[in-house]
């Protein structure tokens, strides 16, 4: 229901400027058809465009519905299209070569076709970012910089042109997105970041786990911690600079009924590398959280299966730590993919938790002589169909790892009969 | 499933917002047959008719009129001749007088 909501409130923001265009109509004379859906688009593209930062700001209101992965995925979406729509404010109208180009016109047909470039050059970049090899970071700084000439130059572009933005009604719906947009911003990049440094945590244990992967264990630092429910994560950054944004998604692996928060970070890029030599006992770092709808908590499950993979084991480490302490005797499936018992994260503490917990464990490694009963290749539809034999209609899934196997679980427990609502997952490869 | 559900929302959205988009140039393609925005009644009233006529008078006549657009026609031919209607204002003009009340 309150995803509904929030839905509709979105529509109905999107769509502000076109109908206030509609109803305000301050042009008099009758124009062709081509431009008039011209002015449709680009008043669809401001509205779209203008929310675009409001779907990544970390709202709680908008997080708890959705989880981030979804917002994530919604607002690259909500970009393509805004790049279409800004396509066809352009191809419908009849525009000069120099005025396509930015080289001539008005300040306001400047702006306008700076911020359609600035536009695809951002999308482009953000479709393209794996492809091209480009760092997470750099891909960071470029998109937060090109988003910063994008809206100011809409913006002036839209009440430069004096066409339905002559109208009052107009002016003051995109005056209402504007506003809108300044106070996430303020939130978003100052008053969260500022919060956040009052609140420092303090590195008390780290510990290798697997072949590739250190376990941080943090402590709240005058302060009571933090709140979450198992299977959300936290953004970590440990420079001390409040404006820094250095800073990534961390699945939380810690019980959430303890004071202490661990991390488990994976050392495959450069910052998670550094940030793992930096975390060392005594250090500081620094939490914004808890954020994601990844959790049993809002399930309605007698029992649950949890399917992971890589550092994607973080979070059902956490539930089941988390189930554990709070005495819950549900029974769980514990389907456990990595490449090898090297690279099996947590397993010594999974299988003692077989005593309390209802728990069965099934362990595949692609390496596998069979000698220590895991199961030999990679989770695919025959293990999961020789494994899940009960009806699923009460079963929840929370599967997260690689994009490949969540996206043969997620099929494989569809066709199993899993109602679709009851499969959960945690992507971070959005972008 | 994410994928498929967010697809599906914003193919919804899309959909709404392609629906809206036909509609305002549906909407505003109208603007021919009714009056214009830029010259409410009375506007129109104190410029052309005001040192004649009460507005009262002319509403009056229009509303009775059989044939309210012929009867605008007349009253702008009356006005061209005491010179006080030029440009592109009298299409303005004749919106008000022949749209619908």
Not at chain 1, 223 to 237: I, M
Request: net charge neutral.
């Amino acid at each position: 229901m309150r995803a509904v909501a929030i839905l509709g409130a979105y529509a109905l923001l999107v769509l502000l400027p076109l109908l206030s265009a509609a109803l305000a109509d301050p042009i008099a004379a009758q124009r062709p058809w081509h431009i008039e859906l011209a002015s449709a688009a680009g008043l669809l593209a401001l509205g779209v465009v203008a929310l675009e930062f409001a779907l990544v700001a970390r709202l709680r209101p908008v997080n708890i519905p959705f989880g981030s992965d979804a917002l994530m995925l919604f607002h690259r979406r909500m970009g393509i299209a805004g790049v279409v729509l800004v396509g066809a404010h352009v191809v419908l109208l009849p525009l000069r070569p120099t005025e396509l180009l930015g080289l001539g016109g008005s300040p306001a047909l400047r702006a306008g076709a700076l911020a359609a470039w600035a536009l695809l050059a951002l999308v482009a970049l953000s479709v393209t970012r794996r492809r091209m090899g480009v760092r997470y970071e750099r891909w960071l700084f470029g998109h937060r910089a090109l988003a910063t000439i994008v809206l100011p130059a809409m913006l002036v572009h839209s009440l430069g042109m004096q066409a339905y933005t002559a109208s009052t009604s107009v002016r003051w719906a995109i005056g209402l997105h504007g506003g809108l947009l300044a106070v996430i911003a303020l939130d978003y990049r100052v008053r969260r970041p500022l919060r956040e440094q009052r609140r420092p945590w303090r590195v008390t244990d780290t510990r290798q786990e697997g072949a590739d992967v250190g376990r941080i264990t943090l402590e709240p630092e005058g302060h009571a911690g933090l709140r979450f429910e198992p299977g959300q994560f936290v953004w970590l950054r440990t420079s001390p600079r409040w404006w820094s944004s250095q800073e990534h998604p961390i699945s939380i692996a810690s019980s959430s009924e303890r004071r202490s928060v661990e991390l488990a970070i994976g050392a495959r890029g450069d910052w998670s590398r550094r940030c793992i030599e930096e975390l060392v006992p005594g250090a500081r770092a620094w939490l914004d959280g808890p954020y994601g709808a990844f959790t049993p908590d809002r399930a309605a499950a007698e029992r649950l299966i949890l399917v992971g993979g890589g550092t994607g084991i973080a979070p059902l480490r956490s539930m089941l730590l988390s189930l554990r302490d709070r005495g819950d005797r549900r029974p769980i499936l514990l389907v456990h993919a990595s490449r090898d018992r090297e690279h099996a994260l947590f397993e010594r503490e999974f299988e003692s938790l077989r005593n309390e917990l209802a728990l069965e464990i099934v362990r595949v490694h692609e390496v596998c002589d069979g000698s220590d009963g895991c199961e030999l290749g990679r989770i695919d539809h025959a293990l999961l169909q020789r494994r899940v034999n009960w009806d699923l209609r009460r079963t929840h899934a929370f599967v997260c790892g690689p994009p490949a196997l969540m996206d043969v679980v997620q099929e494989t427990l569809l066709e199993l009969g899993l109602p679709a609502a009851n499969t959960h997952t945690e992507r971070f490869d959005m972008v | 499933m994410l994928q498929r559900d967010v697809t599906r929302t914003v193919g919804t959205l899309a959909a709404i917002f392609g629906m809206a988009a036909a509609l305002f140039v549906v909407a505003v393609r109208e603007r021919e047959a009714r009056p214009s925005a830029s010259a409410p009644p009375s506007e129109v009233y104190a410029r052309c008719c005001s040192s004649c006529h009460e507005e009262s008078e002319l509403r009056g006549a229009l509303e009775s009129a059989p044939d309210r657009a012929a009867l605008a026609l007349e009253w702008l031919e009356e006005l061209a001749q005491h010179g006080s209607a030029s440009g592109p204002e009298d299409l303005a003009l004749v919106k008000w007088l022949a749209g619908p009340r």
